[in-house]
Nanobody
């Protein structure tokens, strides 16, 4: 089993920055595609960033492109999400998810087999 634990969420003013971390344990971390997803009240869960096993490929939807950056340190078993220029619309619970078999960053969230517990990000206007 792969265990994932997110941290770094909190309250920030619009225009501010936060860095989320996702620490993994239990399996060989480099064997997993990782993504960050978020879910706001009343909305579907959406992928906001994805990173390949080696870290060489990344994905961002248009809603966060240019503001969010995903990175991974396989030696530390940790994935990061740097979020800049935050907007109130970014308010959500943020989750990291992992799977060894995902082939596309456009795969539905249900394709990811391992999930963290989530961390709340609140952006005030």
């Amino acid at each position: 089993q792969l265990q994932l634990v997110e941290s770094g969420g909190g309250l920030v003013q619009a225009g501010g920055s936060l860095r989320l971390s996702c620490a993994a344990s239990g399996r060989t971390f480099s064997g997993y595609v990782i993504c960050w997803l978020r879910q706001a009240p009343g909305k579907e869960r959406e992928v906001v960033a994805g990173i390949s096993k080696s870290g060489g490929n990344t994905y961002y939807p248009d809603s966060v492109k240019g503001r969010f950056t995903i990175s991974r340190d396989n030696a530390k078993n940790t994935v990061y999400l740097q979020m800049n220029s935050l907007k109130p619309d970014d308010t959500a619970v943020y989750y990291c998810a992992a799977d060894p078999a995902v082939r596309s960053f456009l795969a539905p969230p249900s394709n990811y087999g391992y999930w963290g517990q989530g961390t709340q990000v609140t952006v005030s206007s």
